[in-house]
């Protein structure tokens, strides 16, 4: 089993920064590849962005990238997602994802993604 514990939600102004994080643990924890998703109210969940633990390789959707950045604590078994210039838009829970299989040649497909986080909630306003 792994378990992903999410931190850093809140509520903040137009323009404001958070830094999420997600502590992963577990016996079945390897340092696989771990992504972030977020769930907007009435809309599926999409990607937001994936790192690879075992070599360079950072993956965002592109309407995000240059705003967030996903970054790794190999030591905390930690991932990070900071996100700046949030918009009223960016308003979502935020989910942090594992991929139990090792890494993926799709890593921007929730599917490929078997542990998630219980998510945590960030409010933008404007």
């Known amino acids: 089993q792994v378990q992903l514990v999410e931190s850093g939600g809140g509520l903040v102004q137009a323009g404001g920064s958070l830094r999420l994080s997600c502590a992963a643990s577990?016996?079945?924890?390897?340092?696989?590849?771990m992504g972030w998703f977020r769930q907007a109210p009435g809309k599926g969940r999409e990607f937001v962005a994936a790192i690879r633990w075992s070599g360079i390789g950072t993956y965002y959707t592109d309407s995000l990238k240059g705003r967030f950045t996903i970054s790794r604590d190999y030591a905390k078994n930690t991932i990070y997602l900071q996100m700046n210039s949030l918009k009223p838009e960016d308003t979502a829970v935020y989910y942090c994802?594992?991929?139990?299989?090792?890494?993926?040649?799709?890593?921007?497909?929730?599917?490929?993604?078997?542990?998630w986080g219980q998510g945590t909630q960030v409010s933008v306003s404007s």
């Open positions: 994802a594992y991929n139990s299989q090792g890494t993926s040649g799709t890593p921007r497909v929730e599917s490929e993604y078997d542990y």
């Open positions: 577990g016996r079945a924890f390897s340092r696989n590849d």
